[in-house]
Nanobody
Framework: VQLQASGGGLVQAGGSLRLSCAASGRTFSSYYMGWFRQAPGKERESVAT????????YYADSVKGRFTISRDNAKNTAYLQMSSLKPEDTAIYYC?????????????WGQGTQVTVSS
C-alpha cells in the first residue's frame, strides 16, 4: 500500500484544515488507518485511528472534540478534519495503514504534510 497525504498548510489559531490520505491498491479497506504527528524536537505521536469499517475511532486526549478521523473505502481515502486549531498542533502530520487499532501496529507510512498554526 502506498499512502499520499495532502491538505497541510498555514492556518491561524482557531481555524480549520482537512488532511487527506489517498491509498493505492485494492486492499485499503483491510487496513485500520491512523494519523500521527511529529513536532520539532518531539517524538512522533498518535493523533487518531479508525477501524476498517469506520465504526470505531480513537483520539489522543489533546485533540478530542477538535479533530475527526473518517474514511471512504470506495475512494481509498482517509481524512482528518481539524478544527479549533492551536499553535501546539503545529507539526508534520503522517498517515499510516495499521493492522489493528494499536498505534504500534503500523504497516505502512505515508509521507508527511506540514501543518503550521500561527497565534
Amino acid at each position: 500500500v502506498q499512502l499520499q497525504a495532502s491538505g497541510g498548510g498555514l492556518v491561524q489559531a482557531g481555524g480549520s484544515l482537512r488532511l487527506s490520505c489517498a491509498a493505492s491498491g485494492r486492499t485499503f479497506s483491510s487496513y485500520y488507518m491512523g494519523w500521527f504527528r511529529q513536532a520539532p524536537g518531539k517524538e512522533r505521536e498518535s493523533v487518531a485511528t479508525i477501524s476498517r469499517s469506520g465504526g470505531s475511532t480513537y483520539y489522543a486526549d489533546s485533540v478530542k472534540g477538535r479533530f475527526t478521523i473518517s474514511r471512504d473505502n470506495a475512494k481509498n481515502t482517509a481524512y482528518l478534519q481539524m478544527s479549533s486549531l492551536k499553535p501546539e498542533d503545529t507539526a508534520i502530520y503522517y498517515c499510516a495503514a495499521l493492522s489493528s487499532m494499536s498505534s504500534r501496529s503500523v504497516d505502512y507510512w505515508g509521507q508527511g504534510t506540514q501543518v503550521t498554526v500561527s497565534s
